[in-house]
């Protein structure tokens, strides 16, 4: 590009899931007529993950925390540039929460942020990641406290995260092979 001569640019997305003692449940296999059960927990301690990945490379970068605003997304910042390789700029598709556009935002020199249109969350592929992450490792369980939920989410976050090739089939939208021209 024009602005980052030298550069190799990489498309990275980024969205953030809560995660928490209110789980979700998802379907599962079972026979006809039968009932199977399934774990349901009302109790409401929760974390988010922010995260941010090149669907591409299969590269991530997350942090996890208790409360989410634009002084979490600075901190997601600063680890997600500790993640981009030198000699490499990063155009960000990010939505436009609050905390996404917010003045205080202190966005790192090797990231350009691309929003997406209001209302569009079909258009972010992180939301496949965390349909998986759900589906495969959050679901149909109980926490019993904050520890074990953070434990949970670190465990299910590395799990996935250490096979690139997963990220990649997972948060590969079409869109997004076409504006790299690997169609």
């Not at 190799?8 to 979700?24: C, N």
Request: glycine share 6%; with cysteine.
């Amino acid at each position: 590009m024009r602005m980052h001569p030298g550069a190799e640019i990489q498309i990275w997305v980024q969205d953030e899931a809560r995660f928490g003692q209110k789980g979700s449940l998802t379907r599962v296999w079972a026979r006809r007529g039968s009932r199977p059960r399934a774990p349901k927990q009302t109790q409401y301690e929760s974390l988010y993950l922010t995260g941010a990945v090149c669907p591409a490379t299969g590269a991530a970068a997350a942090i996890l925390t208790p409360t989410l605003n634009a002084g979490v997304i600075n901190l997601f910042f600063e680890e997600l540039e500790t993640q981009i390789p030198a000699g490499v700029h990063v155009i960000l598709i990010l939505d436009q929460a609050g905390y996404h556009v917010s003045h205080e935002l202190r966005v790192p020199k090797n990231v350009t942020l691309l929003y997406l249109p209001p209302y569009s969350p079909e258009l972010n592929p992180m939301e496949n990641l965390w349909h998986f992450l759900r589906s495969h490792h959050w679901s149909n369980r109980t926490y019993e406290n904050y520890a074990v939920l953070l434990d949970a989410a670190t465990i299910a976050w590395r799990t996935v995260c250490l096979t690139p090739a997963r990220i990649s089939s997972i948060c590969n939208f079409p869109y997004l092979r076409q504006a790299l021209g690997t169609n």
